[in-house]
Structure formats: structure tokens, C-alpha cells
């Protein structure tokens, strides 16, 4: 009896004290909630939506089109910004606002095709060489090496120009845009290597963890293993370098046009500033307004890398 | 808020009173230590004991005010050799750390800087301490070496971290702390990373050295068969409060707290037989309360075989027991805390 | 030891990866077509007879492997060629155009270090406050600030607007500042560096920031500061240590992408150094001066990748042996 009462009291107390607790959330919801509090991410995203919207719908909206070259035919170019061109006139008599809109969807096919390009055959080859090891590996290894210390934009500038040279005469002449892109392959087959080495140490760690040996014991397929078990796994910190990369191409494709190495016929932030660079101190408005949207690009994909590494990777902050 | 008499040969020489430690988060503040109280005497060596979580090494780091940003000391006083660390300058800080009061870490790999040769950082102490020479300081460092049991020291001086066993690298932190002949030892977790084996060496070592340099020694473990072998006094911590302190012996053979019964229990024996159909090792059901929201009234309550209604309510305070013997339980007879706003 | 052994390993394998790409680059070169057809063909009135002779004359009608060793010997010996614009020994033009590319890259680098060092320290030592969240802040925006569009900004603003200092060429044709070479020559290179050390400083802020932090959460770091050793010692001597490697190997990969953007930079300034003069060769098809600057250039790079792994192993003692 006495007995009875004990137990009574204490039951009580026990079910209060413990809190009811809700079923954990899963990988990805919990990295999105993480993301949602860094704030440089969120500026990040922000940015970069504004950018794909520009591409997207911008186009539409702008007063002018891109190669309308009226303005020079009545002497307003080189126009500061006005009512009638909000961002002013070019020195060809472009509008400045609408080259820079229509810059935008370019500016992401090259950061977009360029990464893919690199993601595939990296993550392709980093993966054998993670996974197999061994001599594939030390091959592979060795020849990432060689990739990274060529000088890339070096080369990339030397090839766009004797690739359009010997491309005179032939069928190839006659592709649309051929020379940028020549300038998105080219991006993509440089930075493959470090898309490779990435994935491949991420599978060497991941294949040596003891979910995958209990995987392993269990008798689950090769395949199974790669594609159920260690892909999700291997996939932040690719999702990381692939922002990274999206920015870094889009830099490096407007280094070149502004070399004068791009494509005349597209139309890039990069070749805009190579235009009107001679003009520049006397009319700063047509350089600044593509300047402007190359950092506002880079930027943004920079501080979306920065935001999902923190969001993947949480370490302990306080206060 | 000190109930404990202080035992009559002469003042502690380490005083701890209503000791709070507070890390302010993101999501509140967590409360590690809240309103611990023990000493230490001449010689003596206490075995704070508890489980992870406890807040014993937040306590320990605390005495030397090391405990890592964003933690702060919101309240209590820490009194050595008549000193209050808790709101002295900087300067007499850094004049007491490492001279009269020592530090051995939990893991010796990582105690150590890698970069830095093992003569260097044993000398530098020295030399910041005492004002002595290059020469002079490696020799004295070579002495302590040896000392802890090192053979070759003039060799070791000369090597870096990596390229020592986890045994000596431990070895070579307690030189370390024992450079300028420190009244107080801290010792946090000593033996944790270590092998069994090397383990016993160690502990023999802390007791030889301890005797020889008339020390005394903090042992923050939470490994029962350490305290039993090292400590004079116990002081048991549960969820940043102290639940009881007495004599080593007292604790073991007439435990009071319900908790450090529990604990004792806990600890698998090979003289006992455990009955039962199913011999089960006991344990302690549920979990560690959330140091965020920590509960009403006394932190073991929700896990306490003895717990009443009352229990969620009271936080209870401190009282002696017997010569040296105190508890913080209402079943045992402790009076209610008034809570001092923290 | 085993220090040496690794660094004999990596400069051997530095002067294979040389060769390699000296190779793939003549591949190259070749792969694309015969270069006098190729420098002759924007030019009106020339024959199939023409070019046959001139390359005859200029003993490209070898063998591939032969020409290629040819090549090889004739550089390794020095012997860059001449350059067909020029007409002046290439290794010279490499040279004098060198130096003047060093002479902006190398203050770059060190301002930068210096600068990095000062911030990440700050930064690292009042984490979470004010000052830890500018210096932050202030890194990333200049590490995303595009190189180039800082540098016209420089210029719109310190050259235009203000005429504080010049916007183009390494020295003033007529007057001189103050009369005085050296002056004259710090003046202009004031925009250009400015521009290359503020990319840099902020990249190394970041990561020396981030190391520190690593570093100081370290028990060897509490060990320290438990041993009474005071604010400064503990810092600079215990965790600086530490801190330094990851930035100081870093300086290779920064170098390198200095000197591979430096086409970029020079064109924004005006600046006569490797990088116009690539574009120079590139856009005239002055081919002894390409092949003659990449090669140089890769031997830089690797070089300086070959320096920055000596480096590693010299500051880590944990590296030498094994």
C-alpha cells in the first residue's frame, strides 16, 4: 500500500518532466532551416534570383531592343542617363539598359554550361578514381595536377583566337555564337579538376565510413552503396563548388570578352565593357552599369556558396 | 552561501561559494554551473565526480577563469590562498596560472602545440615565470622530465609532440604543470584517453608526485574507480549543482544522496551477483535535464527512485550531515534555497 | 630525412610536369596547323609557293619530333627565338616586360600578408562582435569584387574625378613626378596595386580568420593561457604558429592567379608587363613570343607551387618525418 503511494507521486512528476518531442526532421529539411538563418546566404539567394529573373523576364519589359543603334543615328549616343534611356546610350548608340538586361540570360548560360560541363566529367572521374583507387586513381590524380598548373585564362585566351582562325573556311564557321561557345567548353574543361578532386576525396572518406561498411556486410549491391548511400552524401559539398564555379565562370568569360577575346555577336556584360572601355572617363555610366551587374552576379553566387557551406557544415555558434 | 563549517587546522586553501557559470546562446542561456560550493585544503585532494553534462569541467576551467567565450562567471567567488580570481585584475591572473595554480588536460595529443618543440614550450614557461635563462630553464625542464619518470630527457627536449606516445605526452603535461611548483593541481579527466595499463602509471605517478611536492590536487573524472584509488574528499555534481561532498570513504560506504547512491550503483562490480531473471546491469533511467530550461525545484527529481511532489518544486539547499558530510536533498532534511536571481 | 626525400620527389616531378606541358603546348600549336600558313593568312596576295618557302627557310617542315626537341634544347639553352613583331630576342622582351609585372605583384603580395595578418587577428580575437562582423564583411565584398571592376572604379574615381594619380602606363612620358625616376614609378604603380592588394588581402583575411579560430579552440591554446603566459605571447607565439601555415601555402595559389589574370589587369592600366604582351602576341600571332611566355609562365607557377610545398613542410614539423 505504502508502496502504491510512492509509485503515484512519481509517475506524475516523470510524465511532465519529459518533454514530448516531435520526429527529428530529415538531412535537408534541417540544412534549409540552418540556411534560412545565415544571413549572407539569404542576401545570396536573393541576388541570384534577381539576376535569373532579369534573364528570364527582362527581356520582355525593356523599352529598347539590345542592337537598336537609332540613338547614333540622331547623335545621342554616349548619352547620360536620361528619361527617354534610363541608364544612358553606349558608344554605338545602344541602350545601356537593355544591353545589360540581355546580358543576364547569357551571363548564366556560361556560368550554367560551363559547370555542368565540369560537374559531369568531374564527378565522373572523381568518382572512379575515389571509388576504384589504386592506379586509376594515381593516373587521374597526376593529371588533375597537370590541369592546375597550366596558366587557364592564358590558354584560354590563345585558343579562342587560333580556334577562330582555323575555323575559317570550314562548316564549323557557320554556328551560331560559335565563339562563346567555344569560351563555355573551354571554362568547362578547366575546372573539372577541381570538381574531381573534391569528389573524390569526399568518396574515399565516405567509403571508408562505417555506414557503408555495415552496408557492405549486410550484402547490399555495389550499386546500391553508390547511388542510395554515398551520392546524397557527396552531394553538399558539390553543390557548394558548383555555386562557387557558376560565379567564378561568369568572371572569367567577362576577363575575356573585356580582352577583346569574346564573342562580337553575343551580348555580355564582358563585351559591353570591352566597347566602351576607351570611353570610360567620359562616360563612366556605360562601363559602370555592366561592372555593376558582373559584381552584383558574383557576388550573390559567392554568398549562396557561403551560406549552404555554413547550412551543410553547422558548427557550434554562440551568442 | 558557504553552510559547511570549515574544519578546524586551518583555512582552505581553495574556496569555492556560490559559483555560476552561464553560456548566453542563440536559443537562451544555458545555466552549466548554478550555485556550487567546496574547498579544497592544504595537501588534499578532491574528486569532483559526474556524468557528462554535469558542468565538472566548465567548474574546473572556471577556477582559472579559462572557461571558453562565451561562458560567464555571473556570480560566486573563487578563494585562493586568500584571493578572490573571480574579480581580481588580469595581470594577477596570469601571474597565479601556471605558478600556483596548474592545469593537466583531458587529452594529450592535443594539449601539446605541435609546432613547437617540447624543450621550447616547457622552457618558455619557465622563463615567463622566473626570469631565467635559455640554458638554465631546459635544465630545470630536463629535471622535471625526469621527474615524471621520462628517461633521456636532454633527447625529448629536443623532440615535437607527434613523435611521443600518448603515456608521455601526458608525462610531459604534468612536467608542464609542475614547472614552478604549483600549490594546486587541476586535473581534468587525466587518465580518460589513455590505456588501462598506462592509466595505472599515471595515476601512481599524480599520487608519488603529489605527496613528494605536498600538492593538492582537483580530480574531475567521471570514473568512480579513480576517485576511490586518489581522493580524500569527493564532491558529487549533478546538472551544474553539487549534491553531495564528504570523505572519499563516506561516500562509498554510507552514500546519502539519492543520486550518488544511484551512481554507485551504477557501476558494474564483479563481487556482486546481479539477480533477477533477466541480470540486468542497473542504470538510471532517463535523461540529463536540458541546461536550457533546466527544471523546477531539484534537478534529479525526474530521474529519483525517492522523489515527492515537493521534490518539483524546492530547490533544496546544502546542509551538513556530520563532520565533513553535506547534502542538497529535502529527503534528506536540506531547507528550502531561496533562489538568488542569477 | 624525410623532408628532403619529399621535396626531391616533388621538384622532380615539377620539372616532369614542365616538360609535359611543354610538350602538349607544341602539340598543340602544331595540332591547329602550320603557323606560317596561319600568320600568313589574313595577309592578301600571298602563295601556296610563298609559304612553302618560308617554311622551308624556317626548318618547319620536319618531323614532328624532331622540331619538337629542337624547340626543347634551343629553349632550355635560353634561346627563345625572336619575335616576329618585335624582332628582338624574346628572352629580352620577357625580361624587360617581367620585371615590370613583378613590380606590381610582388608589393601585392606582401602589402596583402601584412594587411591579412592585422585583420584576422583582430577579427579572430573579438569573434562575434562589432569589429570580428566588419572585418568579415568587408572581406567578402572585396573578395567578390571583381579584380578589374575595382581597378576602373580606381581609376574613375583617383584618376577622373580626383587626378590624384594616374591612370595608365608605368611612367609619365614628360614630367616626370618630382623629377625623380623612382617617384614617378611608385605614382603609377599606386592604383594597380591598390587593385591587387585589396582582392588579396581580403581572400587571406578570410582564411587566416577562419584558421585562427580553428587554432584558438584548440586545447593546446587553453593549455597555454593556463600557463600564465600572457595575451600576446600566447597569440603570436602559440597560435599564429599554427595559424600561419594554410595562409603562407596559399601564397603559391594566389600568385599563381595573380599572374594568370595579369592580362587583365595590365589591359585595365595600360601596364607594359607579361600580360599585354601576351595579348600583344596572341592577336598578332607572334608565336616565339607565345610559346616562349607560357612556358615561362608555367615554370613560374610551378615554381611557385614547388616553393609553397617547401614551405608547408618547413613550418609543420609533423610533415618531416614519415
Given at each position: 500500500m505504502d508502496a502504491d503511494l510512492i509509485e503515484a507521486p512519481i509517475a506524475a512528476p516523470l510524465a511532465e518532466a519529459l518533454p514530448t518531442r516531435r520526429p527529428p526532421s530529415g538531412v535537408w529539411r534541417q540544412s534549409w532551416y540552418r540556411f534560412r538563418r545565415n544571413r549572407a546566404g539569404m542576401i545570396g539567394l536573393v541576388l541570384v534570383t534577381l539576376v535569373v529573373l532579369t534573364a528570364l523576364i527582362g527581356p520582355w519589359l525593356?523599352?529598347?531592343?539590345?542592337?537598336?543603334?537609332s540613338a547614333m543615328l540622331h547623335g545621342?549616343?554616349?548619352?547620360?542617363?536620361?528619361?527617354?534611356?534610363w541608364l544612358g546610350t553606349d558608344r554605338v548608340g545602344y541602350d545601356v539598359l537593355s544591353r545589360t538586361v540581355y546580358g543576364a540570360p547569357t551571363a548564366l548560360a556560361v556560368g550554367l554550361g560551363a559547370m555542368l560541363i565540369a560537374s559531369i566529367i568531374g564527378v565522373v572521374i572523381g568518382g572512379i578514381a575515389g571509388y576504384v583507387g589504386g592506379l586509376v586513381d594515381e593516373a587521374l590524380m597526376r593529371m588533375t595536377e597537370f590541369f592546375m598548373v597550366v596558366p587557364v585564362f592564358v590558354v584560354i585566351l590563345a585558343v579562342v583566337r587560333l580556334f577562330g582562325i582555323v575555323v575559317v573556311?570550314?562548316?564549323?564557321?557557320?554556328?551560331?555564337?560559335l565563339n562563346l561557345i567555344t569560351i563555355i567548353v573551354l571554362l568547362g574543361l578547366f575546372e573539372w579538376p577541381s570538381v574531381a578532386r573534391m569528389t573524390r576525396a569526399e568518396f574515399l572518406r565516405l567509403r571508408q565510413t562505417e555506414f557503408v561498411e555495415a552496408a557492405l556486410c549486410i550484402g547490399t549491391s555495389r550499386r546500391d552503396i553508390l547511388v542510395r548511400h554515398i551520392l546524397p552524401n557527396a552531394l553538399p559539398p558539390l553543390i557548394v563548388l558548383v555555386a562557387l564555379g557558376i560565379g567564378g565562370a561568369i568572371l572569367a568569360e567577362a576577363m575575356v570578352a573585356f580582352l577583346g577575346?569574346?564573342?562580337?555577336r553575343s551580348i555580355s556584360w564582358g563585351q559591353a565593357l570591352f566597347f566602351n572601355y576607351q570611353i570610360l572617363q567620359v562616360a563612366p555610366w556605360t562601363c559602370l552599369a555592366p561592372g555593376a551587374a558582373i559584381f552584383v552576379t558574383v557576388l550573390g553566387f559567392n554568398l549562396l556558396a557561403d551560406g549552404l557551406t555554413d547550412a551543410f557544415n553547422p558548427r557550434v555558434r554562440a551568442g | 552561501m558557504l553552510s559547511i563549517p570549515v574544519s578546524?587546522?586551518?583555512?582552505?586553501?581553495l574556496a569555492v561559494e556560490g559559483l555560476r557559470v552561464q553560456f548566453p546562446t542563440r536559443d537562451g542561456v544555458v545555466r552549466a554551473v548554478d550555485g556550487v560550493d567546496f574547498h579544497v585544503g592544504a595537501g588534499e585532494t578532491l574528486g569532483i565526480v559526474g556524468e557528462s553534462g554535469s558542468g565538472k569541467t566548465v567548474t574546473s576551467l572556471s577556477?582559472?577563469?579559462?572557461?571558453?567565450?562565451?561562458?560567464?562567471?555571473t556570480a560566486g567567488r573563487v578563494v585562493f590562498e586568500g584571493e578572490d580570481l573571480v574579480s581580481t585584475t588580469p595581470a594577477r591572473l596570469v601571474a597565479i596560472r601556471g605558478r600556483r595554480m596548474a592545469m593537466i588536460f583531458q587529452n594529450p595529443a592535443t594539449s601539446l602545440?605541435?609546432?613547437?618543440?617540447i624543450g621550447r614550450q616547457l622552457s618558455e614557461i619557465l622563463r615567463w615565470h622566473t626570469g631565467i635563462g635559455r640554458k638554465p630553464a631546459l635544465d630545470r625542464a630536463a629535471e622535471l622530465l625526469r621527474l615524471v619518470g621520462i628517461g633521456d630527457p636532454a633527447a625529448r627536449l629536443k623532440q615535437?609532440?607527434?613523435?611521443?606516445?600518448g603515456g608521455m605526452k601526458q608525462r610531459v603535461g604534468i612536467a608542464r604543470a609542475l614547472l614552478c611548483e604549483p600549490a594546486l593541481l587541476l586535473a581534468d579527466e587525466?587518465?580518460?584517453?589513455?590505456?588501462v595499463t598506462i592509466q595505472a602509471q599515471i595515476l601512481d605517478l599524480l599520487a608519488e608526485l603529489r605527496t613528494r611536492l605536498s600538492m593538492s590536487m582537483i580530480l574531475v573524472t567521471h570514473d568512480m574507480g579513480v576517485v576511490a584509488r586518489m581522493a580524500d574528499r569527493i564532491t558529487v555534481m549533478y546538472a551544474g549543482r553539487v549534491c553531495e561532498t564528504a570523505a572519499a570513504s563516506t561516500i562509498f560506504d554510507a552514500p546519502l544522496h539519492p543520486y550518488t547512491r544511484a551512481l554507485l550503483e551504477s557501476?558494474?562490480?564483479?563481487?556482486?551477483?546481479?539477480?533477477?531473471?533477466?541480470r540486468v546491469l542497473p542504470s538510471i533511467a532517463g535523461r540529463p535535464p536540458d541546461l536550457l530550461h533546466p527544471p523546477a525545484g531539484c534537478r534529479f527529481h525526474a530521474r529519483?527512485?525517492?522523489?515527492?511532489?515537493d521534490c518539483a518544486r524546492i530547490m533544496p539547499r546544502e546542509i551538513s550531515v556530520g563532520p565533513g558530510h553535506t547534502v542538497s536533498c529535502i529527503r534528506r532534511g536540506s531547507p528550502a534555497e531561496t533562489e538568488l536571481a542569477a | 630525412m624525410g623532408a628532403l626525400h619529399f621535396i626531391a620527389r616533388r621538384a622532380l616531378f615539377s620539372v616532369a610536369l614542365i616538360l609535359a606541358v611543354s610538350f602538349a603546348l607544341f602539340g598543340l600549336i602544331n595540332a591547329i596547323g602550320n603557323p606560317v600558313e596561319i600568320m600568313l593568312?589574313?595577309?592578301?596576295?600571298?602563295t601556296d609557293d610563298t609559304i612553302a618557302a618560308i617554311t622551308k627557310y624556317y626548318g618547319l617542315d620536319g618531323p614532328f619530333i624532331d622540331r619538337y626537341f629542337a624547340w626543347l634544347w634551343a629553349i632550355l639553352h635560353g634561346d627563345f627565338g625572336t619575335s616576329v613583331?618585335?624582332?628582338?630576342?624574346v628572352g629580352d622582351l620577357l625580361q624587360i616586360w617581367g620585371i615590370e609585372t613583378l613590380k606590381l605583384q610582388l608589393p601585392a603580395i606582401l602589402l596583402s600578408l601584412a594587411l591579412a595578418t592585422a585583420f584576422g587577428v583582430i577579427a579572430a580575437m573579438r569573434q562575434h562582435n562589432w569589429a570580428d562582423f566588419s572585418v568579415v564583411s568587408g572581406a567578402m565584398l572585396g573578395h567578390s569584387l571583381p579584380g578589374f571592376l575595382l581597378g576602373i572604379v580606381l581609376i574613375l574615381i583617383?584618376?577622373?574625378?580626383?587626378?590624384?594619380?594616374?591612370?595608365?602606363?608605368?611612367?609619365?612620358?614628360?614630367?616626370m613626378l618630382w623629377n625623380s625616376l623612382v617617384a614617378d614609378g611608385l605614382w603609377h604603380m599606386a592604383l594597380p596595386v591598390t587593385m591587387l592588394t585589396v582582392f588579396n588581402t581580403a581572400t587571406l583575411t578570410l582564411l587566416m580568420r577562419s584558421s585562427l579560430v580553428d587554432v584558438l579552440r584548440q586545447d593546446f591554446i587553453t593549455a597555454a593561457w593556463a600557463s600564465g603566459l600572457p595575451r600576446r605571447r600566447v597569440v603570436f607565439g602559440h597560435a599564429l604558429r599554427n595559424a600561419f601555415i594554410p595562409v603562407l601555402t596559399y601564397l603559391g595559389t594566389l600568385f599563381g592567379l595573380m599572374l594568370g589574370t595579369a592580362p587583365v589587369t595590365e589591359t585595365v592600366f595600360t601596364w607594359p608587363g607579361l600580360g599585354a604582351l601576351y595579348i600583344q602576341a596572341i592577336q598578332q600571332l607572334d608565336y616565339p613570343v607565345i610559346m616562349g611566355e607560357t612556358m615561362i609562365i608555367t615554370t613560374m607557377l610551378v615554381t611557385a607551387t614547388l616553393l609553397t610545398d617547401i614551405a608547408y613542410v618547413a613550418l609543420d614539423p609533423r610533415i618531416r618525418l614519415a
Amino acid at each position: 500500500m505504502d508502496a502504491d503511494l510512492i509509485e503515484a507521486p512519481i509517475a506524475a512528476p516523470l510524465a511532465e518532466a519529459l518533454p514530448t518531442r516531435r520526429p527529428p526532421s530529415g538531412v535537408w529539411r534541417q540544412s534549409w532551416y540552418r540556411f534560412r538563418r545565415n544571413r549572407a546566404g539569404m542576401i545570396g539567394l536573393v541576388l541570384v534570383t534577381l539576376v535569373v529573373l532579369t534573364a528570364l523576364i527582362g527581356p520582355w519589359l525593356v523599352a529598347y531592343a539590345p542592337d537598336d543603334q537609332s540613338a547614333m543615328l540622331h547623335g545621342a549616343s554616349r548619352q547620360a542617363p536620361s528619361a527617354v534611356h534610363w541608364l544612358g546610350t553606349d558608344r554605338v548608340g545602344y541602350d545601356v539598359l537593355s544591353r545589360t538586361v540581355y546580358g543576364a540570360p547569357t551571363a548564366l548560360a556560361v556560368g550554367l554550361g560551363a559547370m555542368l560541363i565540369a560537374s559531369i566529367i568531374g564527378v565522373v572521374i572523381g568518382g572512379i578514381a575515389g571509388y576504384v583507387g589504386g592506379l586509376v586513381d594515381e593516373a587521374l590524380m597526376r593529371m588533375t595536377e597537370f590541369f592546375m598548373v597550366v596558366p587557364v585564362f592564358v590558354v584560354i585566351l590563345a585558343v579562342v583566337r587560333l580556334f577562330g582562325i582555323v575555323v575559317v573556311g570550314t562548316p564549323l564557321e557557320r554556328v551560331p555564337n560559335l565563339n562563346l561557345i567555344t569560351i563555355i567548353v573551354l571554362l568547362g574543361l578547366f575546372e573539372w579538376p577541381s570538381v574531381a578532386r573534391m569528389t573524390r576525396a569526399e568518396f574515399l572518406r565516405l567509403r571508408q565510413t562505417e555506414f557503408v561498411e555495415a552496408a557492405l556486410c549486410i550484402g547490399t549491391s555495389r550499386r546500391d552503396i553508390l547511388v542510395r548511400h554515398i551520392l546524397p552524401n557527396a552531394l553538399p559539398p558539390l553543390i557548394v563548388l558548383v555555386a562557387l564555379g557558376i560565379g567564378g565562370a561568369i568572371l572569367a568569360e567577362a576577363m575575356v570578352a573585356f580582352l577583346g577575346f569574346g564573342d562580337p555577336r553575343s551580348i555580355s556584360w564582358g563585351q559591353a565593357l570591352f566597347f566602351n572601355y576607351q570611353i570610360l572617363q567620359v562616360a563612366p555610366w556605360t562601363c559602370l552599369a555592366p561592372g555593376a551587374a558582373i559584381f552584383v552576379t558574383v557576388l550573390g553566387f559567392n554568398l549562396l556558396a557561403d551560406g549552404l557551406t555554413d547550412a551543410f557544415n553547422p558548427r557550434v555558434r554562440a551568442g | 552561501m558557504l553552510s559547511i563549517p570549515v574544519s578546524a587546522q586551518d583555512k582552505p586553501l581553495l574556496a569555492v561559494e556560490g559559483l555560476r557559470v552561464q553560456f548566453p546562446t542563440r536559443d537562451g542561456v544555458v545555466r552549466a554551473v548554478d550555485g556550487v560550493d567546496f574547498h579544497v585544503g592544504a595537501g588534499e585532494t578532491l574528486g569532483i565526480v559526474g556524468e557528462s553534462g554535469s558542468g565538472k569541467t566548465v567548474t574546473s576551467l572556471s577556477l582559472l577563469r579559462l572557461a571558453p567565450p562565451p561562458a560567464r562567471i555571473t556570480a560566486g567567488r573563487v578563494v585562493f590562498e586568500g584571493e578572490d580570481l573571480v574579480s581580481t585584475t588580469p595581470a594577477r591572473l596570469v601571474a597565479i596560472r601556471g605558478r600556483r595554480m596548474a592545469m593537466i588536460f583531458q587529452n594529450p595529443a592535443t594539449s601539446l602545440n605541435p609546432v613547437l618543440s617540447i624543450g621550447r614550450q616547457l622552457s618558455e614557461i619557465l622563463r615567463w615565470h622566473t626570469g631565467i635563462g635559455r640554458k638554465p630553464a631546459l635544465d630545470r625542464a630536463a629535471e622535471l622530465l625526469r621527474l615524471v619518470g621520462i628517461g633521456d630527457p636532454a633527447a625529448r627536449l629536443k623532440q615535437y609532440p607527434h613523435e611521443l606516445s600518448g603515456g608521455m605526452k601526458q608525462r610531459v603535461g604534468i612536467a608542464r604543470a609542475l614547472l614552478c611548483e604549483p600549490a594546486l593541481l587541476l586535473a581534468d579527466e587525466p587518465t580518460t584517453a589513455l590505456d588501462v595499463t598506462i592509466q595505472a602509471q599515471i595515476l601512481d605517478l599524480l599520487a608519488e608526485l603529489r605527496t613528494r611536492l605536498s600538492m593538492s590536487m582537483i580530480l574531475v573524472t567521471h570514473d568512480m574507480g579513480v576517485v576511490a584509488r586518489m581522493a580524500d574528499r569527493i564532491t558529487v555534481m549533478y546538472a551544474g549543482r553539487v549534491c553531495e561532498t564528504a570523505a572519499a570513504s563516506t561516500i562509498f560506504d554510507a552514500p546519502l544522496h539519492p543520486y550518488t547512491r544511484a551512481l554507485l550503483e551504477s557501476v558494474p562490480r564483479i563481487d556482486h551477483s546481479y539477480s533477477g531473471a533477466r541480470r540486468v546491469l542497473p542504470s538510471i533511467a532517463g535523461r540529463p535535464p536540458d541546461l536550457l530550461h533546466p527544471p523546477a525545484g531539484c534537478r534529479f527529481h525526474a530521474r529519483c527512485p525517492e522523489a515527492v511532489p515537493d521534490c518539483a518544486r524546492i530547490m533544496p539547499r546544502e546542509i551538513s550531515v556530520g563532520p565533513g558530510h553535506t547534502v542538497s536533498c529535502i529527503r534528506r532534511g536540506s531547507p528550502a534555497e531561496t533562489e538568488l536571481a542569477a | 630525412m624525410g623532408a628532403l626525400h619529399f621535396i626531391a620527389r616533388r621538384a622532380l616531378f615539377s620539372v616532369a610536369l614542365i616538360l609535359a606541358v611543354s610538350f602538349a603546348l607544341f602539340g598543340l600549336i602544331n595540332a591547329i596547323g602550320n603557323p606560317v600558313e596561319i600568320m600568313l593568312a589574313e595577309m592578301p596576295g600571298v602563295t601556296d609557293d610563298t609559304i612553302a618557302a618560308i617554311t622551308k627557310y624556317y626548318g618547319l617542315d620536319g618531323p614532328f619530333i624532331d622540331r619538337y626537341f629542337a624547340w626543347l634544347w634551343a629553349i632550355l639553352h635560353g634561346d627563345f627565338g625572336t619575335s616576329v613583331i618585335y624582332n628582338q630576342p624574346v628572352g629580352d622582351l620577357l625580361q624587360i616586360w617581367g620585371i615590370e609585372t613583378l613590380k606590381l605583384q610582388l608589393p601585392a603580395i606582401l602589402l596583402s600578408l601584412a594587411l591579412a595578418t592585422a585583420f584576422g587577428v583582430i577579427a579572430a580575437m573579438r569573434q562575434h562582435n562589432w569589429a570580428d562582423f566588419s572585418v568579415v564583411s568587408g572581406a567578402m565584398l572585396g573578395h567578390s569584387l571583381p579584380g578589374f571592376l575595382l581597378g576602373i572604379v580606381l581609376i574613375l574615381i583617383f584618376s577622373t574625378w580626383l587626378g590624384a594619380f594616374p591612370s595608365y602606363g608605368a611612367y609619365s612620358t614628360r614630367n616626370m613626378l618630382w623629377n625623380s625616376l623612382v617617384a614617378d614609378g611608385l605614382w603609377h604603380m599606386a592604383l594597380p596595386v591598390t587593385m591587387l592588394t585589396v582582392f588579396n588581402t581580403a581572400t587571406l583575411t578570410l582564411l587566416m580568420r577562419s584558421s585562427l579560430v580553428d587554432v584558438l579552440r584548440q586545447d593546446f591554446i587553453t593549455a597555454a593561457w593556463a600557463s600564465g603566459l600572457p595575451r600576446r605571447r600566447v597569440v603570436f607565439g602559440h597560435a599564429l604558429r599554427n595559424a600561419f601555415i594554410p595562409v603562407l601555402t596559399y601564397l603559391g595559389t594566389l600568385f599563381g592567379l595573380m599572374l594568370g589574370t595579369a592580362p587583365v589587369t595590365e589591359t585595365v592600366f595600360t601596364w607594359p608587363g607579361l600580360g599585354a604582351l601576351y595579348i600583344q602576341a596572341i592577336q598578332q600571332l607572334d608565336y616565339p613570343v607565345i610559346m616562349g611566355e607560357t612556358m615561362i609562365i608555367t615554370t613560374m607557377l610551378v615554381t611557385a607551387t614547388l616553393l609553397t610545398d617547401i614551405a608547408y613542410v618547413a613550418l609543420d614539423p609533423r610533415i618531416r618525418l614519415a
